[in-house]
């Protein structure tokens, strides 16, 4: 046998590296579209991750040895440069931290010696003292800054306001008071057992109105004022008076036992949260529980929240300015940081061998200076994510102001001591409502469409309707969410009854047009081809709609009575214009397209003999399609739903222009909803970066990714368990 030598001809070798160069492009793509989901995944997760971080609480910044004796009271600027003291001796006095000095860079005689001392939450910045001869003192100090070439230079100042009382009776034991705009109220309990309110304009010499209690209160242990001078808090031991203000008197509007709920415990101490809605009552067993007003039966009543343990032996609290958390001091130097809202203590740390005895915060929540009687020591704050926990994003949760615990979204306020309420529930449940609502009215119309399509139509209007439904998909979402907005959400409307007539008419319509064409003589159907009874059925769907929809005022006369809108109100279901239904019917009309063409080619892509086969064994083509055809194309028509209903949940603009993006917790098809990527879409250029908010936002951008994963995997295993198990047909 001769040999032969074989070689790759050149035009083989071409063929040869252009295959390896399209196989090497090939997977280079796939690999790059896995890597760049990896990459979206870790960004999303890297921005998320910092939420769930503790705080971070860098004491003994500034140690600071001061000559001032028996410190009172405390105030430190937002750079946590500036220090401002006030001593029993009333010398108000700035010191410089960062450049500690044996001397004040301020100092000012404010009242007499051992004077009593009150204070104003933090941001307000208000202190006042009442002297034995029953001057009252007002002062609020300034720590103000000038830019020089040099830098940043202190200019401190100190506001204050005198005041005396007349016709006093006996000496004071206590007093509280409240600064708002220009008013000023001052509460002064006596060793008489007397309670007098004073209040008047902050320019005056003197607090010309007063009111006298017209009961002798035993003991008062703590006297506590709003600082909008209208609630007084007035405790003796575990009982709380809460008296507000009614034009010139306070009347007392309830008493509270504070140890209802802690039975066998001592109230040490009340305090005001953030806010002064909420107050925080500290007990002897180291616990400390919120309580806020609560509108049951019309009324306001003062009622317990949730209870926080502390570390052993607390010493006193130190609110928040601006946000629903608080610090806690201990017996050896332990400082905790709890936020109510999320009830999450933040932060646990020890940062002295003795406890503090006085401790304030800068207005921007970013310093803690706390006095040990000798020095002052500066910490430095890092507490950005103190709203964020596991209950607080997916349980209810009981807000201030409202009557019960609720799942509630609401990221943003005109105020800055609001209370963030970031309950991921209600956006949820709002993306699932759309999606639910939308696959129901796409589903049967997208599946016996491609049926219809690819099993029965003739070939050529095939190729006139299916290129004609898959440009659907083209039409921008948010030219379909404006119309759906501006037009078919009034249509809507003003067309309730027949629009829900429609949706049962329309089947049946289609059901008895069928029925009737059975009934016509074989003569009359030979002129119409197989394949082409959509086009005489079209016809009659106009028809029945046109009918429908002009006698839609009739309809509802003669169902309800003459206006739908008023009987679902009787019935307690609200309505709203922009609601599920619309959006059901907008995005399905978006999604239709996807699950039409992704099951249309299933089946059509079912092998001819599989069904030519069945049809000469003598089955039905509807047994035919049923039992051979559907059956193979599953896997198909599975993975066409699943790909509709990746794209319903993920939908924006259809959702965010459709509805009235209420985030709301109701099945109700006639009112809106709020979705997780239209809230995303609306808040994102709003939120500071950085910011809970911000990481929150991409939280849920990053359920959303996780959903669809998870939605894909299933449905691609669906897919292959349905693919194994119809193989053989």
Same mark, same amino acid.
């Given at each position: 046998?001769?040999?032969?030598?074989?070689?790759?001809?050149?035009?083989?070798?071409?063929?040869?590296?252009?295959?390896?160069?399209?196989?090497?492009?090939?997977?280079?793509?796939?690999?790059?579209?896995?890597?760049?989901?990896?990459?979206?995944?870790?960004?999303?997760?890297?921005?998320?991750?910092?939420?769930?971080?503790?705080?971070?609480?860098?004491?003994?910044?500034?140690?600071?040895?001061?000559?001032?004796?028996?410190?009172?009271?405390?105030?430190?600027?937002?750079?946590?440069?500036?220090?401002?003291?006030?001593?029993?001796?009333?010398?108000?006095?700035?010191?410089?931290?960062?450049?500690?000095?044996?001397?004040?860079?301020?100092?000012?005689?404010?009242?007499?010696?051992?004077?009593?001392?009150?204070?104003?939450?933090?941001?307000?910045?208000?202190?006042?003292?009442?002297?034995?001869?029953?001057?009252?003192?007002?002062?609020?100090?300034?720590?103000?800054?000038?830019?020089?070439?040099?830098?940043?230079?202190?200019?401190?100042?100190?506001?204050?306001?005198?005041?005396?009382?007349?016709?006093?009776?006996?000496?004071?034991?206590?007093?509280?008071?409240?600064?708002?705009?220009?008013?000023?109220?001052?509460?002064?309990?006596?060793?008489?057992?007397?309670?007098?309110?004073?209040?008047?304009?902050?320019?005056?010499?003197?607090?010309?109105?007063?009111?006298?209690?017209?009961?002798?209160?035993?003991?008062?242990?703590?006297?506590?004022?709003?600082?909008?001078?209208?609630?007084?808090?007035?405790?003796?031991?575990?009982?709380?008076?809460?008296?507000?203000?009614?034009?010139?008197?306070?009347?007392?509007?309830?008493?509270?036992?504070?140890?209802?709920?802690?039975?066998?415990?001592?109230?040490?101490?009340?305090?005001?949260?953030?806010?002064?809605?909420?107050?925080?009552?500290?007990?002897?067993?180291?616990?400390?529980?919120?309580?806020?007003?609560?509108?049951?039966?019309?009324?306001?009543?003062?009622?317990?929240?949730?209870?926080?343990?502390?570390?052993?032996?607390?010493?006193?609290?130190?609110?928040?300015?601006?946000?629903?958390?608080?610090?806690?001091?201990?017996?050896?130097?332990?400082?905790?940081?709890?936020?109510?809202?999320?009830?999450?203590?933040?932060?646990?740390?020890?940062?002295?061998?003795?406890?503090?005895?006085?401790?304030?915060?800068?207005?921007?929540?970013?310093?803690?200076?706390?006095?040990?009687?000798?020095?002052?020591?500066?910490?430095?704050?890092?507490?950005?994510?103190?709203?964020?926990?596991?209950?607080?994003?997916?349980?209810?949760?009981?807000?201030?102001?409202?009557?019960?615990?609720?799942?509630?979204?609401?990221?943003?306020?005109?105020?800055?001591?609001?209370?963030?309420?970031?309950?991921?529930?209600?956006?949820?449940?709002?993306?699932?409502?759309?999606?639910?609502?939308?696959?129901?009215?796409?589903?049967?119309?997208?599946?016996?469409?491609?049926?219809?399509?690819?099993?029965?139509?003739?070939?050529?209007?095939?190729?006139?309707?299916?290129?004609?439904?898959?440009?659907?998909?083209?039409?921008?979402?948010?030219?379909?969410?404006?119309?759906?907005?501006?037009?078919?959400?009034?249509?809507?409307?003003?067309?309730?009854?027949?629009?829900?007539? $429609?949706? &049962?008419? /329309?089947?049946?319509?289609?059901? +008895?047009?069928?029925? %009737?064409? #059975?009934?016509?003589? *074989?003569?009359?159907?030979?002129?119409?081809?197989?394949?082409?009874?959509?086009?005489?059925?079209?016809?009659?769907?106009?028809?029945?709609?046109?009918?429908?929809?002009?006698?839609?005022?009739?309809?509802?006369?003669?169902?309800?009575?003459?206006?739908?809108?008023?009987?679902?109100?009787?019935?307690?279901?609200?309505?709203?214009?922009?609601?599920? $239904?619309? &959006?059901? /019917?907008?995005?399905?009309?978006? +999604?239709?397209?996807? %699950?039409? #063409?992704?099951?249309? *080619?299933?089946?059509?892509?079912?092998?001819?003999?599989?069904?030519?086969?069945?049809?000469?064994?003598?089955?039905?083509?509807?047994?035919?399609?049923?039992?051979?055809?559907?059956?193979?194309?599953?896997?198909?028509?599975?993975?066409?739903?699943?790909?509709?209903?990746?794209?319903?949940?993920?939908?924006?603009?259809?959702?965010?222009?459709?509805?009235?993006?209420?985030?709301?917790?109701?099945?109700?098809?006639?009112?809106?909803?709020?979705?997780?990527?239209?809230?995303?879409?609306?808040?994102?250029?709003?939120?500071?970066?950085?910011?809970?908010?911000?990481?929150?936002?991409?939280?849920?951008?990053?359920?959303?990714?996780?959903?669809?994963?998870?939605?894909?995997?299933?449905?691609?295993?669906?897919?292959?368990?349905?693919?194994?198990?119809?193989?053989?047909?």
């Amino acid at each position: 046998m001769a040999n032969i030598d074989f070689s790759l001809s050149n035009r083989d070798q071409q063929r040869l590296w252009k295959d390896r160069v399209v196989r090497i492009a090939v997977t280079c793509g796939g690999v790059g579209v896995l890597g760049a989901l990896v990459l979206m995944f870790v960004y999303l997760a890297m921005v998320v991750t910092p939420l769930f971080s503790g705080a971070k609480f860098e004491a003994n910044q500034v140690s600071a040895s001061l000559p001032v004796s028996q410190v009172k009271a405390l105030a430190v600027d937002d750079y946590g440069q500036a220090l401002f003291t006030f001593s029993s001796a009333g010398n108000a006095q700035f010191w410089s931290l960062s450049q500690p000095a044996n001397s004040a860079i301020f100092s000012q005689k404010v009242s007499a010696d051992d004077a009593l001392i009150a204070s104003m939450p933090v941001d307000y910045g208000w202190f006042a003292t009442l002297d034995n001869n029953h001057h009252f003192s007002l002062f609020k100090p300034k720590f103000n800054y000038k830019i020089t070439s040099a830098g940043r230079e202190l200019k401190p100042a100190l506001v204050t306001h005198h005041y005396s009382f007349n016709e006093i009776s006996s000496a004071e034991k206590r007093f509280t008071f409240a600064v708002n705009d220009d008013e000023v109220t001052v509460a002064t309990y006596r060793q008489d057992g007397s309670l007098t309110i004073y209040w008047g304009t902050l320019n005056e010499s003197q607090l010309p109105y007063q009111y006298r209690f017209p009961v002798v209160l035993d003991n008062v242990d703590q006297l506590l004022m709003t600082p909008d001078g209208q609630t007084l808090y007035i405790r003796d031991r575990n009982e709380l008076v809460v008296a507000e203000r009614k034009a010139n008197q306070f009347v007392v509007r309830e008493l509270v036992d504070l140890s209802e709920a802690h039975q066998g415990q001592v109230v040490t101490n009340i305090d005001l949260l953030a806010g002064a809605y909420s107050l925080l009552v500290t007990y002897n067993n180291d616990q400390v529980s919120q309580w806020f007003d609560v509108l049951k039966e019309g009324e306001r009543r003062l009622q317990q929240i949730r209870t926080l343990q502390l570390a052993k032996g607390t010493r006193f609290l130190l609110p928040d300015t601006y946000r629903k958390g608080f610090y806690s001091f201990h017996a050896q130097g332990v400082v905790q940081n709890h936020f109510t809202t999320s009830a999450k203590t933040v932060l646990t740390k020890k940062i002295e061998n003795q406890t503090p005895l006085i401790a304030t915060m800068s207005d921007n929540e970013r310093f803690i200076v706390t006095w040990d009687g000798k020095k002052a020591f500066l910490a430095k704050i890092s507490n950005d994510y103190p709203e964020v926990s596991f209950s607080a994003l997916w349980q209810k949760v009981w807000y201030e102001h409202y009557p019960e615990p609720q799942y509630v979204w609401q990221s943003t306020s005109a105020s800055d001591k609001f209370e963030a309420k970031f309950s991921l529930v209600p956006i949820a449940f709002g993306t699932l409502k759309a999606a639910t609502y939308a696959m129901l009215f796409a589903v049967p119309i997208a599946v016996f469409g491609a049926i219809y399509t690819a099993y029965f139509m003739t070939p050529k209007l095939r190729r006139v309707v299916k290129p004609t439904i898959e440009l659907m998909e083209a039409l921008p979402t948010v030219i379909i969410g404006f119309l759906a907005g501006l037009w078919l959400a009034p249509l809507v409307e003003s067309h309730l009854t027949a629009v829900l007539c $429609l949706m &049962v008419i /329309l089947p049946l319509s289609t059901i +008895v047009a069928g029925l %009737i064409w #059975t009934l016509l003589p *074989d003569d009359w159907k030979r002129y119409v081809p197989n394949g082409l009874h959509v086009v005489i059925l079209m016809p009659v769907l106009v028809l029945v709609t046109w009918l429908v929809m002009s006698h839609s005022q009739q309809i509802e006369t003669s169902l309800f009575g003459g206006d739908v809108r008023v009987f679902l109100v009787q019935h307690g279901i609200d309505f709203d214009q922009r609601n599920a $239904l619309v &959006v059901g /019917l907008a995005m399905g009309f978006a +999604v239709i397209p996807t %699950i039409f #063409t992704i099951a249309e *080619d299933a089946i059509f892509s079912v092998p001819k003999h599989l069904s030519d086969g069945s049809l000469a064994l003598g089955a039905t083509p509807w047994q035919t399609l049923t039992r051979v055809v559907l059956l193979t194309a599953s896997p198909g028509i599975f993975s066409a739903i699943m790909m509709g209903l990746g794209r319903a949940v993920g939908e924006t603009m259809i959702v965010l222009m459709a509805t009235g993006n209420t985030p709301i917790l109701d099945w109700n098809i006639f009112e809106g909803m709020r979705t997780l990527s239209a809230t995303i879409a609306v808040e994102l250029p709003e939120s500071a970066v950085g910011s809970s908010h911000f990481r929150i936002l991409f939280l849920a951008a990053l359920i959303l990714f996780a959903f669809t994963f998870v939605v894909n995997s299933i449905a691609e295993w669906v897919r292959q368990r349905l693919r194994e198990k119809y193989r053989a047909l």
